[in-house]
């Protein structure tokens, strides 16, 4: 794993809007993996600033982690709604390859056609991914089996408390979302992994110096030949390696950059 220790959330957040936005023009027809939550709607931001500025996602293909089960595209706390508001409404991504698993049809029928998609255009070139606090990727939550593909995973009470606060006074998120596996994300030929925030400090440091366990989902991607994880200082504060990050960052990023 490659550990970029950024100054502030904003110069983390830029670093991986630069870094998915040199993917897009530079691969020919780039395959993109995006995730949604809190720490996505600047990255989107960004991404819509560089697309005004001239950056075409026309040639691009885009697979969303997951949807809530139960929850049809129009409805407001959609993971489809969420990508419209933040991303699809203002870019030329084309709408026929934008695949997000759907959360109103049976589960299992809605991640096996998640797969065909994913055999058909994939791999993803570049995954995006947040972390939970509990250490999930996707909705992957512990105990998630390390080889798994995309299907269906009851959510911890922790994680729909933590985005209960995109649901309205009272309402709660739905109990399971679809989502893709472990295993399919792995398959990703490169992946960024950006964290920002004291919140996500303990799950950061099992994710990327704790041993590689189910009980941390992000723990599998120490198994990935390319990831990149990009932290603000409080992200950070408990990983043990710090200066040698650093030190190793000041060589790697002298001969490629990230
Ligand atoms: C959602 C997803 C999740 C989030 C994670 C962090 O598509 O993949 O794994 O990335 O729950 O969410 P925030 O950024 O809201 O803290």
Redesign the pocket.
């Known amino acids: 794993m490659r550990v970029i220790l950024c100054d502030c959330a904003g110069e983390a957040t830029a670093r991986v809007v630069d870094r998915i936005a040199r993917t897009v023009s530079e691969t020919p027809e780039p395959v993109l993996g995006l995730?949604?939550?809190?720490?996505?709607e600047p990255v989107y931001a960004g991404l819509i600033e560089a697309h005004r500025a001239g950056l075409s996602f026309s040639a691009a293909t885009s697979f969303n982690?997951?949807e809530y089960v139960g929850l049809p595209p129009e409805h407001p706390q959609s993971?489809h709604s969420y990508m419209a508001r933040h991303f699809f409404d203002h870019v030329d991504l084309p709408e026929a390859r934008r695949f997000l698993p759907r959360g109103d049809v049976d589960p299992g029928q809605s991640a096996a056609a998640f797969e065909v998609a994913l055999q058909r255009h994939g791999p993803v070139d570049l995954q995006l991914?947040?972390?939970?606090h509990n250490g999930?990727?996707?909705?992957n939550e512990p105990g998630s089996s390390l080889g798994s593909l995309t299907r269906e995973k009851t959510l911890t009470r922790r994680?729909r408390e933590a985005n209960a606060r995109f649901f309205g006074e009272g309402e709660m998120p739905p109990r399971s979302a679809v989502t893709m596996g472990i295993g399919s994300i792995m398959r990703a030929r490169a992946i960024v992994v950006l964290a920002l925030g004291q919140g996500k400090a303990a799950a950061v440091a099992a994710a990327v110096e704790g041993p590689v366990t189910a009980f941390c989902p992000g723990s599998a991607l120490q198994f990935h030949p390319d990831t990149t994880v990009y932290l603000d200082p409080a992200a950070a504060s408990d990983l043990r390696l710090t200066e040698h990050y650093r030190e190793a960052e000041a060589i790697s990023s002298a001969r490629a950059p990230d």
């Open positions: 995730a949604t939550g809190g720490t996505m982690l997951d993971y991914l947040g972390l939970g999930h990727i996707g909705f994680t």
